[in-house]
């Protein structure tokens, strides 16, 4: 098993290797950012937000995930609290969303 | 004949007609090439001055000017409105019908506010107490509100990312508490700052010095605020739960901001017709492109630049003029069949006011985030990330460089469309 320690991240704590990635480095980005348990529905997003990504090289924007990951943006807001598109790809081990320029 | 067509005659479409008509003078006069440009409202609008009218600052008149004088003779104008755009057949239909073809196209119609994307935004209190200033007529209803406004609670607010020049509504917090003050009424306002992103800014050192610059304004800043709704007090919302005040900003997570006046940037999106164009455009409406070379990933002769593009980079006017450089180069090389420049590093560069006649200036690229340090002016050196009067009298005068220098296509001396690095210190993001 791989700690989160031992992984590389940037100052804002995201990885800095896609590949880096297991479960068990999810969850403790996680607990870091205040989320003990990652439900069914966290996963449900954090799995989608890095399908997405490693399929096209950029992270959904929270439109995108509210329409098409199959949970509504305010749910996002519930599991992901202050930001959802950035704390899903945190723990998602990509890089935070382009969105913000 | 080669049928060139733009579509939009904002900053980023007139720059880049006005480039190529001359570039291409002697193929347009000899009937081998045609460039149509399409914009349904007939005037010009300088949209960095719009951040003045609130304030009394400047007026419509200075701010707009006729459209067809700023278009290159050779240039041909059409006002009216692309409402579908075909890339299979290379057609777009305009708004009475009409059918355009083109051998190469180049998107420009900008970005659009969608204020009813905000539940409750265009509401009872929309342009009563809930006001944008992004729009002419948007500034002008502001301009009467603050002529009006006594004291209370002022929320500047951007709704989501990506916005036109992210840093018009931090200019307009610095103004507004420059403006309160000359009125003599600061003591009486209180104004908050409400963003998603997590700093004023979305660069790590500029959000740093711009974030002093709002401590000692004493403006609040709440940072990773998700507007989810907005509530008026004529909306039916209870009084008690609005302080009493005009309105509140409700976040996605249940945080409230109550207001009296809210000044808010609305979600922008591309044009609509670019949501029709499947495989055109992003979550957005905004042109999927190459960064580099401004390409359309949907197909090989469509091209965007400015607003409409999706680059990941400001949407800002000195983007689109720094754009047109690398894309009149790439639309010469495709008629001429050769391979495509990839030469747009993603540089921007603006002005930010801070109210008392200072300003500072920003500068940066794809790779390379706003430093302090010097910018190399072809008349002298102007400090970065610093107030000065000297920026302040730049952004002045950058209304004149517009209308004479910018628009007609023509370079800047000094300014090139990549980034410099001499003159900048170079910092890690942690510092
Ligand atoms: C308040 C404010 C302050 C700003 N300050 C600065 C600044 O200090 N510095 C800076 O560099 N930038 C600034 N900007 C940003 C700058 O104005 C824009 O980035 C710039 O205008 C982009 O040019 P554009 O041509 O892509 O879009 P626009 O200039 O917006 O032009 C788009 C054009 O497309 C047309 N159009 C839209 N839809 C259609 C359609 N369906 N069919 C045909 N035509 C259509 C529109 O009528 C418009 O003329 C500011 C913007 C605002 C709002």
Redesign the pocket.
């Given at each position: 098993m791989t700690t989160l320690a031992a992984v590389p991240r940037n100052a804002e704590g995201f990885l800095e290797r896609v590949e880096d990635w297991d479960r068990d480095i999810a969850r403790e980005i996680a607990r870091e950012a205040g989320i003990p348990e990652l439900s069914d529905r966290h996963w449900l997003v954090v799995n989608y937000m890095r399908d997405t990504y490693i399929a096209t090289g950029s992270a959904p924007t929270i439109r995108t995930l509210g329409k098409e990951s199959g949970v509504q943006v305010k749910e996002l807001y519930a599991l992901f609290p202050k930001g959802p598109a950035k704390l899903a790809a945190k723990i998602g081990g990509i890089p935070k969303p382009k969105g913000c320029i | 004949m080669r049928h060139i067509l733009i579509?939009?005659?904002?900053?980023?479409?007139?720059v880049i007609a006005n480039r190529l008509s001359r570039r291409l003078r002697s193929q347009l006069r000899a009937g081998r090439v045609n460039i149509t440009i399409?914009?349904?409202?007939p005037v010009?609008?300088?949209?960095?001055?719009?951040?003045f009218i609130p304030f009394g600052e400047s007026f419509r008149e200075r701010i707009t000017k006729d459209r067809r004088p700023t278009l290159d003779r050779d240039v041909r104008y059409v006002a009216?409105?692309?409402?579908a755009m075909d890339p299979d057949s290379d057609t777009v239909t305009l708004a009475d019908g009409t059918r355009l073809s083109y051998d190469l196209c180049i998107v420009?119609?900008?970005?659009?506010l969608v204020p009813e994307e905000t539940e409750g935004m265009t509401g009872p209190g929309w342009r009563e107490s809930v006001h944008e200033?992004?729009s002419l007529e948007g500034?002008e209803r502001l301009g009467y509100a603050l002529d009006c406004f006594v004291g209370g609670r002022v929320v500047v607010n951007v709704v989501e990312m990506p916005i036109?020049?992210p840093?018009?509504p931090l200019?307009f917090a610095f103004l507004a508490d420059a403006y309160f003050t000359n009125c003599g009424i600061r003591d009486k306002v209180e104004i908050v700052y409400a963003t998603p992103l997590d700093g004023a800014f979305t660069k790590p050192v500029a959000a740093k010095s711009l974030g002093h610059l709002l401590e000692e304004k004493g403006i609040l800043l709440e940072t990773e605020f998700n507007t989810g709704r907005i509530e008026t007090r004529a909306a039916g919302a209870p009084a008690d739960e609005l302080d009493g005040r005009a309105g509140a900003l409700v976040s996605w997570d249940e945080r409230r901001i109550p207001f009296d006046l809210l000044v808010t940037v609305p979600v922008h999106k591309g044009?609509?017709?670019i949501a029709t164009a499947a495989g055109l455009g992003d979550a957005m409406d905004f042109v999927m492109v190459n960064p580099r070379t401004l390409q359309s990933q949907r197909k090989p002769n469509i091209f965007a630049?400015?607003?409409?593009a999706n680059c990941p980079t400001s949407?800002?006017?000195?983007?689109?003029?720094f754009q047109a450089e690398v894309l009149e180069e790439n639309v010469v090389r495709m008629l001429e069949g050769r391979a495509l420049d990839a030469g747009f590093d993603g540089h921007?560069?603006?002005?930010i006011e801070t109210g008392h006649r200072k300003a500072l200036l920003i500068d940066f690229n794809y790779d390379t985030e706003p430093l302090p340090g010097m910018f190399p002016y072809a008349w002298g050196p102007v400090p970065l990330l610093k107030e000065s009067r000297l920026n302040h009298l730049g952004?002045l005068a950058?209304r004149h460089a517009y209308w004479n220098r910018l628009l007609p296509g023509r370079d800047f001396p000094g300014i090139d469309a990549k980034m410099k690095r001499s003159g900048k210190r170079m910092l890690q993001t942690q510092d």
């Open positions: - | 579509l939009g005659a904002g900053t980023a479409g007139t399409v914009d349904p409202d010009h609008l300088y949209q960095p001055g719009l951040l009216s409105a692309i409402t420009a119609t900008g970005a659009r200033f992004y500034a036109k020049c840093v018009a200019e044009a609509a017709f630049l400015g607003d409409a949407k800002a006017g000195s983007v689109a003029h921007a560069n603006c002005f952004k950058f």
